[in-house]
């Protein structure tokens, strides 16, 4: 692969990914519907929404993003202009997961796109569908020489990771975390690890019994709570915990019906192991 070397060419790339992301949105609503029930409001508001915002704010900054930054100089280094001057890694790997499977592939890959770097991406085998829709659309935004997408389950990644790169992106579960890590520290190769987090929920006397439950409700249930900061427990004073109880109850019954299986609102849970 060749480097994105020139900003010009990276923005460009990255306005056909604008482009195609708003062309192809209704294929992208439907392919997340296909692969584990995600309702449509949800996939606009946490995918293409998110992606559409990232990718404008991207490209209206990029310049300044890329931009040498004049700093003080060192008296040891007297007389000089000193700057910091941002560079590409070079050969990036990003590794998708499945319940963001749409946003958690292509906002990190504009990311590293607009600092120069080649990419391939790796979407979630556990979303066929998504990851088709991701693959048509790189395929035609992107230079393949700087873009390219690997499909395949779990034999895929253990060869792209036996590879050397320069840098890795994952996004995913502790246990495949530490595959990870132990594959990049062979080379020493930075990484970044998004994995799973712990999200109390505190609740006192003089919170505001209406508003807690809905966004507890919200937090929780959103993607069917496939998400990393989903709520994980409750900590509540023994005051308030009946009400509470009662009103997240209510508040459920309010979103998604009495007869929740088969809630068009609610997305579903990928699969039974996970």
């Given amino acids: ?3 994105a070397h020139t900003i010009e060419t990276r923005k460009n790339s990255l306005k056909k990914l604008l ?29 293409t929404s998110y992606i559409i915002s990232d990718l404008k704010d ?3 900054n990029i310049d300044s993003y890329c931009k040498p930054k004049k700093v003080n100089f060192n008296l040891l280094n007297f007389p000089s202009n000193d700057y910091i001057i941002s560079e590409p890694y070079g050969k990036v790997l990003i590794i998708a997961p499945w319940n963001y499977p749409f946003q958690l592939a292509i906002c990190p890959l504009v990311a590293a796109f607009a ?3 080649t990419v391939v991406l790796k979407p979630s085998e556990l ?4 990851s088709a829709i991701i693959a048509k659309i790189i395929s035609e935004s992107f230079d393949k020489n700087h873009v390219s997408v690997e499909q395949g389950g779990q034999e895929k990644s253990t060869e792209l990771l036996s590879q050397r790169w320069d840098y890795i992106f994952f996004t995913g579960s502790v246990a495949v975390g530490k595959i990870v890590a132990k594959a990049a520290a062979l080379n020493l190769t930075p990484v970044t690890l998004e ?14 019994m209406a508003l807690t439950v809905k966004r507890i409700v919200w937090g929780k249930f959103i993607n069917a709570g496939q998400t990393c900061i989903a709520p994980d427990f409750i900590l509540v004073h023994q005051s308030v915990k009946a009400n509470l109880v009662s009103e997240l109850k209510n508040e459920i019954i309010k979103a998604y019906g009495t007869d929740i299986k088969n809630s068009p609102d ?3 849970i990928i699969n039974l192991k996970n």
Avoid: W
């Fill in 1 to 3: 692969m060749n480097f």
């Fill in 19 to 47: 482009t195609n992301v708003i062309k192809y949105e209704d294929e992208i609503i439907k392919a997340l519907y296909d692969d584990f029930k995600k309702p449509a409001f949800e996939a606009v508001a946490t995918e």
């Fill in 58 to 60: 991207t490209i209206a």
């Fill in 115 to 117: 600092a120069g770097n």
């Fill in 127 to 130: 979303t066929p569908h998504t």
């Fill in 195 to 208: 994995l799973g987090g712990k999200s109390p929920c505190i609740v006192d006397q003089t919170a505001k």
């Fill in 266 to 268: 609610l997305a579903r």
